[in-house]
């Protein structure tokens, strides 16, 4: 058989690309720890490989129709990592006072993030806070440092190790977490301090530009309660919704006395679209429960 230059050259490159198809080297993991560092908070590895820092607003004290709130049930400021190939994406939700969103909205636009939202998610809170959505993509690093720098124009607390865990007082109140996990059917996890966290994912696949939005991400009903006086507890947090489930979802939520506080998007490119209810209501837990469960049933999560 004659071969040709021309021939030559294509079975060469076709064994150059075989090579190197072969030998192709999947994007390293980032340092987890240079992101705490620069981020100035540690984080924890969750499922589907995503690193996600809690910064909560323990500076303020917020009171929700004359309710404290414990940072960790309403006031939980975040970033979540998730390496997706040559380049990290970090996303989340900032809890800010009023007068904090401009400065820290102009940091990230200026240090190549994105705002995706911005609204309430609860009413009559004093002081007033609001909660920025945002997303960025490059080195984790250099995204975590971005990302400190426009908190700076806040009082987010940052910087030194993390404060240990509230140990209960004497005499503070207590949730059943048994019985409300099993009125919604599903398992929860004690966050301290009296809160008590149910996450309900979605049954589909969640995507952005093709990228997976797993639950680590935000991309979860969260349902909190916190633990009140009397024998009572609060609830709120956020059912992640189809348009088609925006009104038997909240439909369901009056008829059983829970006020529905806010609807809108967290994201902006994500398939199927997406929608954030937030809740918020006061009553016995078991009650508060049965509630949720009658508005999860409306819905297409996870069993």
Not at 256 to 275: E, K, Q, S
Request: charged share 15%; aromatic share 4%.
């Amino acid at each position: 058989m004659r071969i040709t230059n021309l021939t030559l050259a294509i079975l060469i490159g076709a064994v150059a690309g075989t090579v190197c198809s072969a030998t192709a080297v999947p994007a390293a993991e980032p340092d987890w720890k240079a992101v705490e560092q620069a981020l100035g908070k540690p984080g924890q590895l969750q499922d589907g490989d995503v690193f996600r820092v809690g910064m909560p607003r323990a500076d303020l004290a917020v009171t929700v129709k004359g309710v404290p709130v414990k940072p960790g049930f309403a006031l939980g400021s975040y970033a979540a990592f998730k390496q997706m190939g040559d380049q990290a994406m970090v996303m989340g939700d900032l809890v800010l006072l009023d007068q904090e969103i401009p400065a820290v909205m102009s940091g990230l636009f200026s240090r190549g993030l994105e705002v995706t939202a911005i609204h309430n998610h609860l009413n009559e809170m004093s002081p007033h806070v609001m909660y920025m959505h945002y997303e960025g993509h490059g080195d984790a690093v250099q995204l975590a440092t971005a990302l400190r720098q426009a908190l700076s124009a806040s009082a987010t607390p940052l910087g030194g190790p993390a404060a240990p865990p509230a140990a209960p007082t004497a005499g503070a109140p207590t949730l059943d977490t048994k019985q409300i996990e099993q009125a919604l059917g599903r398992p929860g996890r004690d966050l301290g301090a009296g809160v008590f966290q149910v996450a309900v994912p979605r049954a589909e696949a969640i995507t952005e530009n093709g990228m997976p939005l797993l639950p680590a991400m935000g991309v979860v009903t969260v349902l909190n309660f916190q633990a009140l006086a009397d024998g009572k507890a609060a609830i709120t947090g956020d059912f992640v919704l189809l348009d088609k489930e925006v009104n038997p979802v909240a439909r369901t939520l009056r008829q059983h006395g829970v006020d529905v506080t806010a609807i809108h998007n967290h994201g902006l490119l994500d398939v199927p679209r997406l929608f954030y209810m937030h809740f918020w209501a006061v009553d016995a837990p078991a009650k508060l429960a049965q509630a949720l469960r009658a508005a999860l049933d409306q819905t297409n999560s996870r069993r």
